[in-house]
C-alpha cells in the first residue's frame, strides 16, 4: 500500500529514473541513492518527477512519526514554498481546499490559472513591434537602402519599415508557453477546462521559444505591476526557479526542492515577520573562515541565520530538517543529534560570538519533540538551545525563553 514513506514504481519508470540521477551526478548533484537495484531512496528532495511513461511521483515532507496523511504534507509543502519563494497564492474557498487532494502539480497549475485569469480582467500590455517587409503599397517608412536593391523584376514592391501594436511582447509569450503546458499535463477536470477556455484569450501571441532570454526582457516598470503576481507561477511552471531541471527531449513538469534549504529559508521568513523594532535578520552571511593559511583563509563559515541589534548581542540559528528523536519513545543516543551539527555550532560561536553568547540549533516539531531541550553548554558564556519549530503555527516552541532578543525591551 503506497504511503509517504513508500511507494511502487513500474519498471520503466525505474530505469528513467535511475538514469536521469546519472546525469544529475555528473553535474555534482546526488539525486537519489539506490539500493540493491531494487529500491530508490530520495531523501534530500521534496516535489513531482513526472516521467516518460506517464508515472507522476510525488515526494512530500513527513516530520510527524506517526502521520501519514498525503493532504496534510502537501498542504504544508505548499505553504512553504509559497513562503520561501513569496508565491502570490490565491485562495478560492473550499473548491481550492480539494486540490490538496491532487498532485503538487496540479495546485501549482490552479494557482498560475487563476493568476492568469486576474491578468486577463486587469488586461494584457501591448508593445510596438518594427515589421520589415515587402509591400505593394507605401506604410510607414521606405527602407530607401533595401529598395535600391531591388531586382529588376520587383521595382514596383516597396520595402518598407512600420510598427505594429500587438501583444507579442516577452512576458506573454512566456504566458502563452506556461499555458501550453498546463493545457498538456493537467489531469484535474477543472484545471483542464480554465485552460482551455483561457486559451482562446491568447491565441493570437505566438509561445516563447527562448524563455531564459525572455524571462531577461521581463519588464518590471509601473506599467507592469500586476504581471509581477504570474511572474513567479510561470517560472515554476517553465522550471525557470527550480534547483534541479530536466534536460532532453521529456518535458513534464517536474518540481524539485532540497528540503533542507527549503526549511531553512522558510525558517528565516517566518522569524523576521516576527522580528522587534532595532533587530535585524540576515541569511546566508559568510563573512567569517575557520582558519587562515599563508595569509589566506579557508573554509568559510555560513551559518543560516544571523539576528543582530544595536542593544543585544548577536544571535546565531541554524536549521536541520531532521526528526530529532527528543524524549518520545524513539528516542535514541543523544537524541538523535549529529556531532557533526555541534562542531559546526561551536566554530559559529567562536567565529560570530567571538565564543560568548547564545547558538541556536533548529528542527521541525514533532510528537516525540515536543519542547526545547535543555541548554547545551559549550563553556560558561557560550551556550547553545536545541529548539522545535511549530509547523502548524510558524513559530518556535519555548522561543521567549531561550529567545529573549524577540520580546521587546521593557
Known sequence: MPSLDLAQLTQTAFKWLCSMNAQFRKNGVVLLQIQDQQWLCLDNFVGVIETPCGTRLE???????????????????CKMLGVVHDLPVRDVGPADIELFDQPLTEWVMRQFLLSLEHLLVRGI????NRVEEEQRYLRGQLDVAQQMRQPVGKQHFF???????LPDRAENRLIKKALDSVAKAAQ????WRLARELSGALVDIPASRNPGLDFGNWADDRSMAHY????RWCELVLGQQ???TQQGAWHGISMLFPMEKLFERYVAKCLARMMPAGRRISTGVGSKHLCTHLEKEFFQLKPDILIQSANHPPVVLDAKWKRLAGNGPESKLNYGLSQSDFYQLFAYGHKYLEGEGTLILIYPCSDVFPAALEPFHFSGKLTMWVIPFDLDKDL???????LPFLVDAA
Request: aromatic share 10%; charged share 35%.
Open 59 to 77: 515526494i512530500l515532507p513527513k516530520h510527524m512519526y506517526s502521520a501519514d496523511d498525503a493532504a496534510r504534507s502537501r498542504k504544508l509543502l
Open 125 to 128: 500590455r501591448f508593445d510596438y
Open 159 to 165: 520595402r518598407i519599415r512600420h510598427d505594429v501594436f
Open 188 to 191: 484535474d477536470a477543472g484545471n
Open 228 to 231: 509581477r503576481d504570474i511572474k
Open 242 to 244: 527550480m534547483p534541479l
Open 396 to 402: 518556535l516552541i519555548g522561543q521567549y525563553r531561550a
